[in-house]
């Protein structure tokens, strides 16, 4: 075990019981061993590293549970360790890993070489999410029962809607057999075929083809409905409409046990940052209009969305230098995470507690977890940040193998300082 840490002289953010003020943190073989909310600790031996916060925030460390690596199978846009090793140095202490790996996780041993893997690396936490259908083919059911008693977190084809709805079904109504969670990208596939942007004036003017925001509320009404004759918990993968946020309203209203989650890039940028055909400005789901991340911002802020996400996406150079609708979705965010999220407590947008609770306490309690919280006897997965160090984002230094960051040049405050995953610590500035 790792020598004991006591952190003084800190600010504590802990949204699981609601508690943010002056304290100290003791950590002991692994686990918080004691909390001073408001004081400091007292007693404390010799053989304990005091580590000053000089007034930093320390928080439970962030939850990110929508990262995809290379590994297996495409290791040279990213491996499980060059994806740890950027979540420890982005304050992120667990990740769970999307299944449309090669092979696809869709069976119980994939789901132990994750896991295997992850332990031999022995940096953050790593655990899969299994696919839904076999091979990710939206056909037949993958193995779910073995997949979620080997240890998989949820259920989920990735970037792939279930189209048929009657699979889609038996996959609800089974999962819900086992109490587990199935998350699904709410996207019409007819509509967002061959799409590059999101469609408008703006995607007009660049001569580029579009996808209506209509396709992601179509598919959302879908699953709602399912939701209600399974009664399955659902997981919306990645809200980012005015529309579907509607009806995602509409379903929680009526008592459906749906949660959703949206991307910190949807947060952070609109359909204009795609410039001069700024690739690394292509996602899936597009970036949307200014109106829509509005929306979306003031459903994080209202609690409707509950979960934020980086939906780390390595790609290669190779797949992203070309002209922007031939090139590959996706960008890198585990490093970015929380600096970016911190921007919205900066302008006053969102409450510090509230925003912490979206990459913390909603995650790990929706995944069934013991972190995501500053409590004795808690893992003590923490994240030590000055909030207001500036820190210009330079791709060529982020630890993932793949650099795409639409935040490349850009100018966030917030550097961490200190992480630690079951008191060791696994990155230190």
């Not at 299994?130 to 037949?140: C, I, V």
Request: glycine share 10%.
């Amino acid at each position: 075990m790792s020598r004991p840490l006591a952190f003084t002289n800190v600010r504590l953010v802990d949204p699981a019981s609601g508690y943010d003020g002056p304290g100290a943190v003791l950590v002991v073989e692994g686990v918080i061993a004691d909390v001073a909310r408001g004081g400091e600790l007292g007693g404390l031996s010799k053989d304990i590293e005091v580590v000053d916060g000089a007034g930093a925030l320390l928080l439970p460390g962030l939850v990110d549970i929508r990262v995809k690596t290379g590994e297996p199978g495409a290791e040279t846009k990213e491996t499980l360790k060059s994806a740890a090793l950027a979540a420890a140095a982005g304050g992120v202490t667990t990740i769970v890993v999307q299944p449309d790996t090669h092979p696809v996780v869709d069976e119980p041993s994939v789901v132990d070489f994750i896991l295997r893997r992850a332990r031999d690396i022995e940096l953050v936490k790593v655990y899969p999410a299994g696919a839904a259908t076999k091979g990710l083919q939206g056909e037949r059911m993958a193995e779910i029962g073995l997949m979620a008693e080997a240890g998989c977190l949820y259920l989920t084809d990735a970037d792939k809607p279930i189209v048929n709805s009657k699979v889609f079904r038996r996959v609800l109504s089974y999962a819900k057999a086992f109490g587990a969670l199935v998350a699904h990208r709410p996207a019409d596939p007819w509509l967002t075929s061959g799409s590059a942007a999101s469609e408008g004036e703006f995607a007009s003017r660049m001569g580029l083809p579009g996808v209506p925001g209509a396709a992601e509320k179509i598919m959302l009404e879908r699953d709602l409905a399912l939701v209600e004759l399974t009664g399955a918990r659902l997981l919306v993968d990645q809200v980012t409409t005015a529309a579907a946020l509607e009806s995602l309203k509409r379903g929680r209203d009526k008592g459906l046990p749906v949660v959703a989650t949206t991307s910190i890039n949807h947060l952070s940028f609109n359909e204009i940052d795609i410039g001069d055909y700024r690739t690394f400005c292509k996602l899936d789901p597009p970036l949307r209009s200014e109106d829509d991340r509005q929306a979306v911002i003031e459903a994080v802020a209202s609690g409707l969305i509950q979960v934020v996400v980086s939906a780390h996406a390595p790609a290669p150079p190779e797949d992203k230098r070309l002209p922007y609708d031939e090139a590959a979705p996706g960008a890198v965010g585990l490093e970015t995470l929380l600096p970016a999220l911190l921007t919205f407590h900066h302008e006053g947008r969102i409450p510090l507690i509230d925003l912490v609770r979206t990459v913390t306490s909603s995650p790990a309690d929706l995944l069934g977890l013991a972190s995501g919280r500053l409590a004795k006897g808690a893992p003590a997965d923490l994240v030590l940040v000055n909030p207001n160090t500036p820190v210009v984002i330079d791709t060529d230094k982020l630890r993932s193998k793949s650099k795409n960051s639409p935040f490349d040049g850009r100018r966030l405050q917030g550097k961490v300082l200190m992480t630690l995953a079951d008191g060791r610590v696994v990155y230190r500035a």
